[in-house]
């Protein structure tokens, strides 16, 4: 399992969500769940983020955020989000 000590996040974070039609998970609510309790998987094969962090907000919404690697190790970027859905655990 890779290191996670970094979040930053794309500029098109929350717009990634809006053009796929998602309710939006703002950066703070992933900012809750990067220092919260948060579990780490493996995306499914052929896509282009390698993980998926799930976890809640401060306000109780379980949200699922994909994360992509970067070249400096343990700093990862968050790309978009959802609701999490029964199918990401």
Sequence with gaps: MPTFDDLVFHPNFEAHQFAAGRRLVTIEEADDVWY???????NRRRRAATYLML???TGGREVTIVVLGTAARGTWVAYTAWDTKPGDV
């Design 55 to 57: 976890g809640r907000t």
């Design 36 to 42: 919260g309790e948060r579990t780490f998987v493996r």
